[in-house]
T-cell receptor, first 112, second 115 residues
């Protein structure tokens, strides 16, 4: 399909790991991004990965990229209540420089 | 730096009215974007600009017009508002295009209701 796909909801307990999955569309996408949106706010960049990488780690965040399956995941270790937000996956398609294509977002709820 | 600012924050319109949303950035960014966000739909690109004096259509441009007369400002106009345009509108900017691993910086959003 043409859409970036994400599951809509994820609930975890505080201290557990969260894994948010995304399937993107274009095998020639150059960069893949994870953005976070807190209630009533705009989006903020969390992390991104270049398409020639398989994994990127940044403190509690680990991004895994499977280019064969066009699958991207974001793992948040030791999830905290402050991580509750909507997480958006986005791809920069190779044919459309200057634009991002966003998924619908995954609402992460962290229970104490 | 203020980053990306949007005015107004909230607005209620009647069907058929017109209005302009203003986006301003003070980061000297070349690229600017207008998105709308609807529940369960994620962000959809309305129009974007790759530099002063340029504009281009995104995924959902119908019913909207834009102008980029100054590098720091990107205006979104609704000529004749319709209830289907009730949404939260986000402006964003970036120094480079997204094929370069560049971050988009988002404004706080404008919540628009069309009755």
């Amino acid at each position: 399909g043409e859409d970036v796909e994400q599951s809509l909801f994820l609930s975890v307990r505080e201290g557990d790991s969260s894994v948010i999955n995304c399937t993107y569309t274009d095998s020639s996408s150059t960069y893949l991004y994870w953005y976070k949106q807190e209630p009533g706010a705009g989006l903020q960049l969390l992390t991104y990965i270049f398409s020639n990488m398989d994994m990127k780690q940044d403190q509690r965040l680990t991004v895994l990229l499977n280019k064969k399956d066009k699958h991207l995941s974001l793992r948040i270790a030791d999830t905290q209540t402050g991580d509750s937000a909507i997480y958006f996956c986005a791809e920069a398609r190779g044919s459309t420089l200057g634009r991002l294509y966003f998924g619908r977002g995954t609402q992460l709820t962290v229970w104490p | 730096n203020a980053g990306v600012t949007q005015t107004p924050k909230f607005r209620v319109l009647k069907t058929g009215q017109s209005m302009t949303l203003l986006c301003a950035q003070d980061m000297n960014h070349e690229y600017m974007y207008w998105y709308r966000q609807d529940p369960g739909m994620g962000l959809r690109l309305i129009h974007y600009s790759v530099g002063e004096g340029t504009t281009a259509k995104g995924e959902v441009p119908d019913g909207y017009n834009v102008s980029r007369l100054k590098k720091q400002n990107f205006l979104l106009g609704l000529e004749s508002a319709a209830p289907s345009q009730t949404s939260v509108y986000f402006c964003a900017s970036s120094y480079l295009g997204q094929g370069n691993g560049d971050e988009q910086f988002f404004g706080p959003g404008t919540r628009l209701t069309v009755l």
